[in-house]
């Protein structure tokens, strides 16, 4: 079974500039997850999908960052424009069900975003 | 509000030993659930093992047991006969069963398997 696949692995830009992120699930799984990881720290979720609806988006900056979930399927996160701190690993994650239980998430190896 | 403490930012152990990763956590709710995941130097985060707030024994998994103690609220990471592979960082995390899924992360441990 494939696993969550995320493209670019790498990404330099300037500030100010712009920057997308691609994400694609595992097959079935209904609900998608975007994370943001800063250096020396542990994940920190950005935003939640249920099938193609936001389910928790509170810690998005939302005056630079937006994100959609087409479909109910592929994920794409952009930022625009970037600053300095938000060179970081941008994670993604889906699972087969949200909410309660054992609900387990399975990640994707990560975007690296350096903000120069 | 909810949060998760892992004291420990370094761990050593040699290879073929036991070791205990520490994870305390913060809830007012009483349903939710524990994770522990292995971040090696790839990025990728991998599953390892789950505990729910209401199982009554420690989760296991291969080498991979939890040692849950609710009263306490630790979920401490306990790995058997550590291999070279298990080098990496480790993080424990929880959701609460109201918040809809999502994970609250430790800062994370970085296990060192010595040969």
């Known amino acids: 079974e494939a696993g969550v696949a995320q493209s670019p692995r790498y990404k330099i830009i300037e500030k100010r500039q712009s920057v997308a992120f691609w994400c694609n699930p595992i097959?079935?799984?209904?609900?998608l997850y975007w994370y943001q990881q800063i250096l020396g720290q542990g994940p920190k979720l950005l935003i939640q999908f249920q099938n193609n609806g936001v389910v928790d988006d509170s810690q998005l900056p939302k005056d630079r960052f937006s994100a959609e979930r087409l479909k109910g399927v592929d994920s794409t996160l952009k930022i625009q424009p970037a600053k300095l701190e938000d060179s970081a690993v941008y994670l993604c994650a889906s699972s087969l069900v949200g909410g309660a239980g054992k609900n387990i998430q399975y990640f994707g190896a990560g975007t690296r975003l350096s903000v120069l | 509000a909810q949060k998760i403490t892992q004291t420990q930012p370094g761990m050593f152990v040699q290879e073929k030993e036991a070791v205990t990763l520490d994870c305390t956590y913060d809830t007012s709710d009483q349903s939710y659930g524990l994770f522990w995941y292995k971040q090696p130097s790839s990025g990728e985060m991998i599953f390892l093992i789950y505990q729910g707030s209401y199982d009554e024994q420690n989760a296991t998994e291969g080498r991979y047991s939890l040692n849950f103690q609710k009263a306490r609220k630790s979920a401490n990471l306990v790995i058997s006969a550590s291999q070279l592979g298990d080098s990496a960082m480790y993080f424990c995390?929880?959701?609460?069963?109201?918040?809809?899924?999502?994970?609250?992360f430790g800062q994370g441990t970085e296990l060192s398997v010595k040969p």
């Open positions: 097959s079935g799984h209904a609900t």
């Open positions: 995390a929880m959701s609460e069963d109201n918040q809809g899924g999502k994970l609250i």
